[in-house]
């Protein structure tokens, strides 16, 4: 799971790493209010799950209300690497007199933590390693002795850290590193990590990947408003005992099996759309899974038509037609869908959709034709694609 930038702020805070005042929000007015709190000047930052906001103008510097306003309202509904912008964090502005770039992730073929340490962080940090790896200090650590805080020191003067950065680097390190182990992230990476015109050294950027598979041990997750809308979903799939990965496409896809469900979601790429998820039924595709399916898709507002497909081996297609329709009963659901069933008892699968006589179902003869149509509904203008 991957936070956006104030969420990984919040995180970074529990573990007592120095961050500037701020506030997340989610349209001008809410700008104002929480730049007049924190006082002007401030930084307006989109909030979304990929980097290089500055360079794509998704941070901007304000120093009164004017420009607050200008910069809040540019920035909302940005679009950066195909992430629209629906939330600004301001915060308050920093003096900046040097920046640099710390990290730690897991070095899967050392078996061993790694962290990353450079004096030349910022916005070229990815240019740095490219052309000139050397400036980037690396220092594995073995997770059974930890980091003390003599390698901490050590690494940031490699790194050729400014002499009055050393001390407050190294301590930010220390805690890093703890927040990493203990906060059970796969990576933490700040960037820049600043030193200020008064002396100080603070973190401004945040990256944080934490380990989905360690929220049971984390009850404070929660509260800290980090699970996104796509977590949720598959946190409700998970409930129902359904295998659901969310992916940004507009085609739902239902299939059973995890290699059907993968070449669904290739052929419907190759036929130009894009699956919002992955979604294997596995073998027991009955009426009440189907149901279950169909509902967690359907409470996707990205997604614009859905894809059914079914080869039915041990399953029967008569059960998950079945459950196609109890679902069309039971929810209310937004997109069309597209069916392909084949394999055991589709003859009697047919005979039910086309009682139901239903103007949400569309039936299809091959994989191929199917996801065609889903692609051809999902590109349909509007806010869900198909007659509603
Ligand atoms: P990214 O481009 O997505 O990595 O976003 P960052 O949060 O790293 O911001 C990009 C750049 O904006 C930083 O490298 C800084 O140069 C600049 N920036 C961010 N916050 C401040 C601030 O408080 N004061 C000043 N002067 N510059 C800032
Ligand atoms: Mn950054």
Redesign the pocket.
């Known amino acids: 799971m991957d936070l956006v930038?104030y969420q990984g702020k919040q995180y970074f805070a529990r573990y007592g790493l120095p961050i500037?005042p701020g506030e997340a929000a989610d349209t001008v007015a809410e700008a104002q209010a929480a730049a007049g709190r924190l006082g002007y000047p401030v930084?307006v930052?989109a909030q979304v799950q990929?980097?290089?906001?500055?360079?794509a103008g998704?941070?901007k510097?304000a120093a009164d209300g004017a420009e607050l306003t200008e910069h809040a309202g540019n920035i909302l509904g940005l679009d950066i690497k195909g992430h629209i912008v629906r939330r600004l964090w301001i915060?308050?502005?920093?003096?900046?007199a040097r920046?640099y770039y710390a990290s730690f992730t897991l070095d899967r073929s050392a078996k061993l933590h790694l962290s990353m340490v450079s004096a030349r962080?910022?916005?070229e940090i990815e240019t740095v390693a490219e052309e000139d790896p050397e400036a980037i200090a690396r220092l594995h650590v073995n997770p059974l002795d930890g980091l003390s805080s003599e390698a901490a020191a050590e690494l940031v003067a490699r790194a050729g850290l400014d002499p009055e950065a050393r001390e407050g680097a190294a301590e930010i390190l220390v805690k890093l590193y703890e927040c990493y182990i203990d906060g059970d992230a796969d990576l933490v990476e700040i960037?820049?990590l600043v030193l200020t015109t008064d002396g100080e050294v603070r973190v401004?950027?945040a990256k944080v990947t934490l380990d989905d598979d360690a929220a049971f041990r984390h009850p404070e997750w929660a509260e800290m408003d980090i699970m996104s809308e796509a977590t949720e979903r598959e946190r409700l799939a998970k409930s129902k005992g359904l295998s659901y990965i969310a992916l940004d496409g507009s085609v739902g896809i239902i299939a059973n099996g995890a290699g059907l469900a993968m070449s669904t979601v290739d052929v419907v790429s190759q036929v130009g759309g894009s699956a919002a998820n992955f979604l294997d039924v596995g073998g027991a595709a009955d009426v009440q899974v189907m149901a279950n399916a169909l509902e967690v898709i359907n409470s996707d507002p990205s997604v614009r038509s859905i894809l059914v497909n079914i080869f039915g081996g041990i399953v029967r297609c008569d059960d998950v037609a079945r459950g196609i329709v109890k679902a069309l009963e039971e929810v209310d659901i937004s997109s069309q869908i597209v069916l392909r069933l084949d394999g055991t008892n589709a003859l009697e699968a047919h005979r039910i959709i086309d009682e139901t006589a239903s103007d949400k179902i569309i039936s299809e003869g091959t994989m191929l034709s199917a996801a065609r149509r889903a692609v051809e509904l999902a590109s349909v203008p509007g806010p869900q694609g198909g007659a509603k």
């Open positions: 930038e500037s930084v930052k990929t980097g290089g906001r500055g360079k998704g941070v510097l915060e308050k502005a920093t003096d900046i920046e962080g910022g916005v960037n820049p401004l950027d």
